[in-house]
């Protein structure tokens, strides 16, 4: 402590001014002001419904009751009604809730599976150079960049029993009068119907981001694994995609994420049919919530799903947690 | 000759225009170490890869103990090859490292954890076996490297810079490492470097290279003291060889140089067949040089213009024409900025270079 001062040791603070409440000029301020306006907005329509969401979830609760959401709510806490039977119900009587959650992973798995491996061959192929690669490219990218309605509209054509596809699978069959196949009204077709259309829109996504992931790789163990004797499929497994994990669980999870939530192309492809051989979960919490208008209890699965998805999510991350978060 | 290992006849490797290894011949000895030297960007590790089998030759052709290797691809040279970045396989344990190649080639379960715990322990990377790289420095992962390739017995052992990203301390320690593992193993090794410290204190033998050129091919005292170009001379030594241009001619009956009106008297030996008025390039290893007797008829004279010294050692900055040469002497040794002193070059390691071409006058 510095005590022989020009003033004699007291304390500077005590020669200025009181320090005022709010100082425009705080630099202080600057990250707060701008922050606000988005953390406003994203409490009101997101972190707000989400809690009037999450309560409303707990009653049978539907707008067509005449009584009011704030009645709703307000039982929660005056405990008048059963609490959680939606849940009970959506669990253990509600065989279309569970179908719909087993179609959607079903979907998820075979649609990423197929992406995966296709968008893997094309990325390998597009580390050679070849004749027009650049418009190979730009043409394989497409489809990921057109809106999702249109894909749906394209591929209901596509898929229509007088369509291209049957024509074309006629053609390959040696008969020009076309394939006998009711895409989208039958139960099995209609379901591969949407893995394809779904497949096809979002390949390109797992190939652009495996292509760079493969580019990453680094080139020297590649070559020292070459010069050990290793076969190219071996440096495959043992070297290259050993390096891509990370990359390739990135891949997972952001397309994961989405097609759980899959829901404009099969909307527009099959509605959810024939019967519900299509429906996913959003298809599902679509007709609870806008048809039946079982606002609660569409609400209840929404919450099922999210934690579902929550712990899928973090299970599939949870190899690389490591490199993400404790790494330098 | 001893058993000829290696042989590069006329190598010769072109990327569109530019030549990268220009139709380059040596012979490499079983059991010997030899030095690829040059700057970067010389066609030092282009040599190297086109050696491996990483990298296919324009024209020319590679033999490995008398036998074309062309057509073998590079897993099946047996050469191996331990990259300047080590280029070790961070997602494996040590041991699986170490192991690699030995599964790549379908040996039995024991057969590879004996010979991984023999190259682990010549290594001492034995309690290192189950780390992942991440874990390990520098010189661990260096030896990790050497490990993985030499448990594959491989018939020429070739290094790419391999000291170059250790810190000094660890550079030594390696160098004598490496020394050590070519004694104890007798292995072939070609070693690429651009420091010359390193190729000098490794190599049995040096091929020094300049823009795709092999400048020289030689034991390392050789090409330490006998330089066949200017360039050799002045790439290796620190500080590197003096050069002085100036005409030949003959001062009475001995052979001089003469540059502005100094001169510096040659030894006959050395000169040969080069005739009066020739434009010559006289080269002196700084530390070849010795102060003389103002009166000494093989000295010449020069002016001190600086005075380094670095402990038992010091540098004298000489003048002599417009040239400056730099001399290492004893420390103490009566010399100080702005005298005069009388040099004399030792006359066996006086070398004379064409000054047109850089190429050394042979006797």
């Known amino acids: 402590m510095v005590t022989k001062t020009a003033n004699g040791g007291v304390p500077v603070r005590a020669l200025q001014a009181r320090a005022r409440l709010f100082d425009p000029n705080d630099k202080r301020y600057i990250g707060i002001l701008f922050i606000t306006p988005v953390q406003l907005l994203l ?4 972190i707000f419904p989400f809690g009037l969401e999450f309560f409303v979830a707990l009653t049978e609760w539907q707008p067509t009751y005449g009584t009011s959401i704030w009645h709703a709510v307000g039982t929660v806490f005056s405990g008048d009604t059963e609490l959680g039977l939606n849940y009970y119900y ?42 027009g690669k650049r418009i190979w490219f730009t043409a394989l990218l497409t489809p990921m960049m057109i809106m999702p309605v249109v894909v749906g509209y394209t591929w209901f054509m596509l898929f229509q029993y007088s369509g291209p596809v049957n024509q074309v699978l006629g053609w390959i069959g040696g008969t020009s ?26 390949t390109p996504l797992f190939f652009l981001i495996l292509l760079s992931g493969l580019n990453a790789v680094p080139e020297n163990p590649v070559r020292a694994a070459t010069v050990l004797g290793a076969s190219n499929w071996r440096i495959f497994w043992t070297v290259i995609m050993p390096n891509m994990r990370g990359v390739i669980i990135i891949a997972f999870v952001i397309r994961g994420m989405e097609v759980i939530k899959l829901f404009d192309e099969i909307y527009i492809l099959t509605r959810g049919g024939p019967g519900t051989a299509t429906e996913t979960m959003s298809l599902y919490l679509y007709k609870l919530g806008f048809q039946d208008f079982r606002l609660a209890y569409a609400g209840s699965a929404g919450f099922i799903v999210l934690v579902i998805t929550v712990v899928m999510i973090n299970m599939m991350l949870k190899p690389i947690r490591y490199e993400l978060l404790e790494k330098r | 000759m001893a058993n000829i290992k290696l042989e590069l006849v006329e190598l010769r490797k072109e990327f569109g225009e530019l030549i990268a290894v220009d139709d380059m011949s040596l012979a490499c000895e079983e059991g010997e170490t030899m030095a690829l030297l040059g700057p970067s960007g010389c066609g030092k590790s282009t040599t190297l890869n086109m050696i491996v089998g990483l990298e296919a030759p324009t024209s020319g052709d590679i033999l490995i103990d008398g036998q074309s290797v062309l057509q073998v691809p590079p897993g099946q040279r047996n050469v191996g090859l331990v990259f300047q970045d080590y280029a070790v396989f961070t997602h494996m344990n040590v041991r699986r490292n170490l192991e690699y190649g030995l599964r790549v080639r379908g040996m039995a379960r024991a057969d590879i954890d004996r010979e991984v715990a023999k190259v682990a322990t010549f290594l001492h990377l034995e309690h290192q076996l189950d780390y992942k790289p991440l874990e390990l420095g520098a010189s661990e992962l260096q030896r990790v490297a050497i490990g993985r390739t030499l448990v594959t017995n491989p018939e020429i052992l070739l290094l790419d810079e391999p000291l170059s990203n250790l810190e000094a301390e660890m ?84 052979p001089v140089v003469a540059q502005n009106g100094s001169i510096i008297p040659v030894p006959a030996a050395s000169a040969g067949a080069v005739s009066d008025g020739a434009d010559v390039i006289v080269g002196m290893r700084p530390e070849s040089m010795m102060l003389a007797e103002a009166d000494d008829p093989e000295a010449f004279t020069a002016s001190v213009i600086a005075v380094e010294p670095q402990g038992p050692e010091t540098v004298l900055t000489a003048r002599i024409g417009q040239s400056d040469l730099k001399l290492v002497v004893e420390t103490g040794t009566q010399a100080h900025e702005g005298a005069e002193i009388a040099i004399r070059p030792d006359a066996e390691l006086l070398a004379l270079f064409d000054a047109a071409s850089g190429v050394r006058f042979k006797a």
């Open chain 1, 43 to 46: 409490i009101t329509m997101l």
């Open chain 2, 171 to 254: 550079r030594n320690q390696m160098r004598r490492e490496l020394r050590r593992i070519q004694a104890e193993t007798g292995q072939t090794i070609i070693y690429v470097t651009h420091d010359q410290i390193e190729a000098l204190s490794l190599a049995h033998r040096i091929a020094v290279m300049d823009f795709g050129q092999l400048k020289q091919y030689d034991t390392a005292h050789n090409v330490y003291h006998y330089p066949d170009n200017t360039f050799v001379g002045s790439f290796l030594g620190n500080p590197p060889m003096n050069f002085v241009h100036g005409q030949f001619g003959h001062d009475g009956n001995r």
């Open chain 1, 177 to 202: 009068a076309g394939a006998d196949l009711q895409w989208l009204n039958n139960g099995v077709l209609a379901f591969f119907a949407v893995v394809i259309t779904e497949v096809w829109h979002w």
């Open chain 1, 90 to 131: 959506l669990v253990t009587d509600e065989p279309r809730f569970l179908e719909a959650l087993g179609r959607t992973l079903a979907i998820s798995v075979l649609s990423l599976c197929l992406e995966f491996v296709i968008g893997l061959g094309l990325a390998t192929i597009f580390l050679k150079t070849f004749w």
